[in-house]
């Protein structure tokens, strides 16, 4: 068995994947959002799934003792697209409520992830509270970098995300895992846009008709198939670099939010299938048949993109094993308190 997990604010699953795809068991999972929460309890159907806030669960340890807690707490709070309230946004109190897991449980190690201005909002401020939260309160070992993953995940979307790792009692002491902890190198992009794209004809609400208002602009603008464009209020916007921009949750309060690209039928949206390909979730991942485009267009832009986790999950395992054999697993499986089927 390999080691236990449990993932707060786990969205439709992301962390949790790349963390099954290094061997790990995911015992339980949080998430607030009832529409996520379909969509992760659709692909993970033997997951426990507590869909409540996470306020409301009082006692962590109820859910399980695990050896790893992850968390993509929510970034609207330490976003410059937010209101950059950092601390004194009710969202950005959500990092504690992360905080008061890991106190209670007492994993192993922990990941946190969340959007690269974290670093510095505030003029830094905000990191170096998290940081001596961490060190000092919890004492956990604080590791913290930024990674791209057009650059780290061989996946054609620029997407970068700070992300956090500690290990327990390394703060001061015994501090193996943090000192064999490698953050991952760059790797060689080989998937294309193309390699992501179908190829054959989508449904017809994905595709600009020529009557569209927007279309004589898009048509004379989008011009190569290897490419992704956005539409920007007032203009076309063509990504220079042949990647895909960064998916955003907003996808899904606007179509033109939703990147674009020219197929052999026409000019279109990308759909949510292959928005998800974009995040490098398997060709098995699926939404809901009932679940509007709209949802689902939002919950894969407020995904991760799973092979960069599974490579810090990968090294992550490592050098719990160097630290502990293998030989020591904390944590049962537990029944659930409530659970989505």
Aim: aromatic share 12%; charged share 25%; hydrophobic share 30%.
């Amino acid at each position: 068995m390999g080691y236990t997990v449990g993932s707060l604010f786990a969205g439709i699953g992301g962390i949790c994947l790349g963390f099954k795809q290094s061997g790990c068991d995911v015992i339980w999972a949080n998430e607030y959002n009832q529409k996520a929460c379909k969509t992760y309890a659709l692909n993970f159907p033997k997951h426990s799934l507590y869909c409540d806030d996470i306020h409301n669960i009082k006692n962590p340890k109820e859910l399980g003792i695990v050896d790893i807690i992850t968390s993509g707490f929510p970034c609207q709070a330490f976003s410059v697209a937010g209101y950059r309230k950092g601390f004194e946004d009710p969202r950005g109190n959500l990092f504690f409520e992360t905080a008061r897991f890991i106190n209670e449980i007492k994993p192993k190690a922990f990941l946190l992830e969340n959007v690269k201005n974290l670093r510095s909002h505030d003029g830094g401020n905000t990191i170096k509270v998290i940081e001596d939260v961490i060190k000092n309160e919890l004492g956990y070992s604080f590791i913290s970098f930024v990674l791209n993953s057009k650059k780290y995940g061989n996946i054609p979307q620029t997407r970068e995300r700070i992300y956090i790792v500690g290990f327990r009692g390394e703060s001061e002491g015994d501090d193996t895992c943090t000192r064999n902890f490698k953050i991952p190198n760059e790797i060689e992009l080989t998937k294309t846009i193309r390699d992501l794209i179908d190829k054959e004809k989508q449904e017809d609400r994905y595709y600009y008709n020529k009557d569209h208002r927007y279309y004589p602009l898009l048509d004379e603008a989008m011009k190569s198939d290897k490419t992704v464009y956005q539409w920007r209020r007032h203009y076309v916007r063509e990504n220079k670099s042949n990647v895909c921009p960064t998916l955003t949750a907003n996808m899904g309060t606007g179509g033109h939010n939703v990147p674009l690209i020219t197929d052999d039928y026409g000019l279109r949206k990308l759909t949510p299938k292959e928005c998800t390909r974009f995040q490098g979730f398997p060709e098995d991942f699926k939404f809901s048949e009932s679940m509007a485009n709209s949802h689902c267009y939002k919950q894969a832009g407020n995904s991760v993109v799973v092979p960069v986790i599974k490579r810090i999950s990968d090294e992550m395992i490592r050098v719990l094993n160097i630290k502990y054999n293998d030989s020591e697993s904390l944590s049962d499986e537990v029944e659930t308190i409530s659970k989505i089927s």
